[in-house]
């Protein structure tokens, strides 16, 4: 494959999976309001502590069944074993409800203890036990969507995305608006059901080739699958752990609120890179994984992957830099307006994340388990410890900053992996992107000290749309002349003038 046609297929996942998300974004955004307004930042931080402990919970139930599952679909229809596919998804699907049931059961007995910890009495035991009920749901969906992302179907996964999104939004803000605190339980279970049914919907779309398969034989298959799995559970029970425990302590350290305020600033900072995330899980893995023993083609999708990245998340991160206090009033209400200061910390956190996403899919890709494990465990430690430190002498910030450092201890690390196991490095180009990126960045993050908030936003409007002009520009150029984009920018004076340079 070209490098241009290289480029148009990584931005084809990232604009169809990124317009999803800022449909979702914006459906989010009106619901994140409503939902603030309704329950106010103690809710929002009772709904983070809930989030967290089903995340651990779903990561134990699930046993990296679905992320192994995705390798092996996106392998097997890479090398167009029509049959193997088929008996994967059989399996997965057979194992999914396995797990979610344990998962479940799992949840509901441990449920006094996770109340102890987590609010230092035993008020919450029932409520977190029925969260089991998510856990078996979201089990469930988790299958289907490793179907649809291993077979690359990413139009579906982006439908799955916005129809969850319209629906969900209905169903919760409803439930918060009828029954108030009291509702969260029960919106949650409303929306891993509704994932649930959306995904099983399009996942039965997926043409298979026609396999009898046993239970027996599905248990067998699924020992290679918990082989590699098992790898990718360790490491995601570190993550979640480390998620729940920061909550934990600022829940236990300070109250909810403190615990709102954190959530929301965290959730508002990942809004411009969650697309770009979500399209290297649902495209980038499986066209990686597919090319895992061809070093140098690793070496090109990882270095075009990042550029591209860069590109599309930068102009809005470094908006949310610029006018932090501003969001977080909007977005929310006044009462949250202590996630200013925390937000910048996330932003430069989630442009470090834009780097190492990449650099870490390559050891998955490349079945490398054990060197996973053993980095996140690394990361999670680092950021669980950084966290309790910070919190104790800087109080509720040090959690943000904590997150930040993370990140760029990711980053750094995963690239020297990278180099060890394939080679790797930046080309010029990435180098060149950062190198003008990281000081506009740096500006607007230490601006308050220098700028009033009415100067630094008036700036940081003009900055964003000059970055938003030359990271555009820069796409097209990868591209080429012939995507819809370059044609689209291409039919006024305007387009022609900022957008396609001379040659194109």
């Not at 919970?57 to 890479?78: C, E, F, P, W």
């Not at 995305?161 to 969900?168: E, F, H, K, S």
């Not at 615990?259 to 979500?278: D, K, N, R, W």
């Not at 993050?445 to 009415?454: G, I, K």
Request: proline letters at 3%; charged letters at 10%.
């Amino acid at each position: 494959m070209s490098r241009t046609k290289s480029y148009a297929s990584i931005l084809r996942s990232s604009s169809i999976v990124g317009g999803a998300q800022v449909i979702n974004m914006a459906i989010g955004l009106v619901r994140t309001k409503l939902v603030a307004v309704l329950i106010g930042p103690a809710g929002i931080g009772l709904v983070g502590i809930y989030l967290s402990i089903t995340a651990l919970a779903n990561t134990l139930a699930g046993m990296g069944i679905q992320t192994s599952g995705v390798r092996d679909v996106a392998k097997y229809h890479g090398d167009g074993d029509a049959e193997a596919v088929a008996a994967t998804v059989i399996t997965l699907r057979r194992v999914c409800w396995l797990t979610g049931v344990a998962g479940a059961a799992m949840l509901a007995a441990a449920a006094p203890w996770i109340s102890q910890v987590s609010f230092g009495s035993d008020e919450y035991t029932l409520p977190i036990a029925l969260l089991g009920i998510t856990v078996f749901l979201t089990n469930l969906a988790g299958g289907q969507s490793a179907i649809l992302q291993g077979t690359r179907r990413i139009g579906d996964l982006a439908r799955v995305q916005v129809l969850g999104a319209i629906l969900g939004t209905f169903v919760s803000v409803g439930l918060y608006a009828w029954l108030g605190m009291a509702g969260i339980v029960p919106a949650l279970i409303a929306l891993s059901a509704i994932s649930l049914l959306v995904s099983t919907h399009y996942s039965r779309k997926i043409p298979l080739a026609p396999v009898s398969i046993t239970w027996r034989q599905s248990l067998v298959d699924a020992g290679g699958l918990l082989k590699f799995g098992a790898s990718m559970v360790v490491a995601g029970l570190v993550g979640a752990g480390a998620t729940y425990a920061i909550r934990a302590i600022l829940s236990n350290r300070l109250d909810l609120q403190a615990v709102g305020i954190y959530t929301a600033a965290f959730t508002l900072s990942g809004m411009f890179v969650q697309f770009v995330l979500q399209a290297m899980g649902a495209d980038f893995y499986p066209r990686l994984t597919a090319v895992s023993e061809d070093h140098a083609e690793m070496r090109r999708l990882i270095n075009e992957q990042t550029e591209v990245g860069l590109l599309l998340a930068f102009p809005g991160l470094l908006a949310t830099l610029a006018l932090a206090p501003w969001m977080i009033t909007l977005f929310y209400t006044s009462e949250f307006g202590p996630a200013a200061e925390m937000l910048k910390w996330f932003v430069i956190g989630c442009l470090a994340k834009v780097l190492s996403f990449p650099l870490g899919y390559a050891l998955i890709a490349q079945g490398q388990g054990k060197t996973f494990v053993a980095t996140e465990s690394f990361f999670n430690l680092f950021h669980l410890l950084a966290a309790m430190v910070l919190i104790r002498h800087i109080g509720i910030l040090g959690a943000a900053v904590a997150f930040a450092a993370l990140y760029t201890l990711c980053c750094f690390t995963l690239l020297s992996l990278t180099r060890f196991t394939i080679g790797f490095s930046w080309t010029r180009e990435v180098i060149s992107q950062l190198a003008w990126m990281a000081p506009l960045a740096a500006v607007f993050f230490a601006s308050e000290l220098l700028l009033s908030p009415e100067y630094t936003a008036m700036l940081g409007c003009t900055a964003t749309l000059g970055a938003g002009i030359i990271c555009l520009r820069k796409l097209v150029i990868r591209v080429g002349k012939k995507h819809a984009i370059s044609l689209a920018l291409s039919k006024t004076s305007l387009g022609r003038t900022l957008f396609i340079p001379s040659e194109q």
